[in-house]
């Protein structure tokens, strides 16, 4: 089975490695340029989020809603659906979380990691 291109041959800082049909929760803490945590406390700046996992040409391989775990100290965390991690999307990705305001507007990103979906041996 032929597979897109993945995102080996970009270096990321966050790694998450998962096998073909986990349903496992991960976390993530929002970071600034300074790598301290991002205060998540005012709901009107950070409503809601997406969890978004893409090849590198841009298509979604999954997405859903994240959980704020602690707001004060920039913890989130999403659950791994069904569909997430399936035999058809192994390979490594790149992934973002979007966070939007209580506008529906985007109003910050993390910094993107690398997502790896593993076929079980």
């Known amino acids: 089975m032929a597979h897109d291109a993945s995102a080996d041959m970009i270096p990321?800082?966050?790694e998450y490695s998962v096998k073909v049909g986990s349903r496992k929760t991960i976390t993530l803490s929002l970071t600034d340029s300074c790598n301290c945590a991002v205060a998540m406390c005012c709901a009107c700046v950070y409503s809601t989020g997406t969890w978004?996992?893409?090849k590198p040409c841009?298509?979604?391989v999954f997405c859903g809603?994240?959980?704020y775990t602690t707001r004060a100290s920039g913890l989130i965390s999403y659950?791994?659906?069904a569909c997430d991690a399936t035999s058809a999307n192994?390979?490594?990705w790149a992934g973002e979380v979007e966070y939007k305001n209580s506008c529906a507007v985007i109003s910050d990103?993390?910094?993107t990691f690398r997502f790896n979906i593993n076929q079980s041996v």
Request: proline share 0%.
């Open 109 to 111: 990103h993390s910094q």
């Open 90 to 92: 192994r390979g490594s």
């Open 52 to 54: 978004k996992v893409f």
């Open 58 to 60: 841009g298509t979604i």
């Open 12 to 14: 990321r800082d966050v």
């Open 65 to 67: 809603s994240i959980v």
């Open 79 to 81: 659950t791994l659906g």
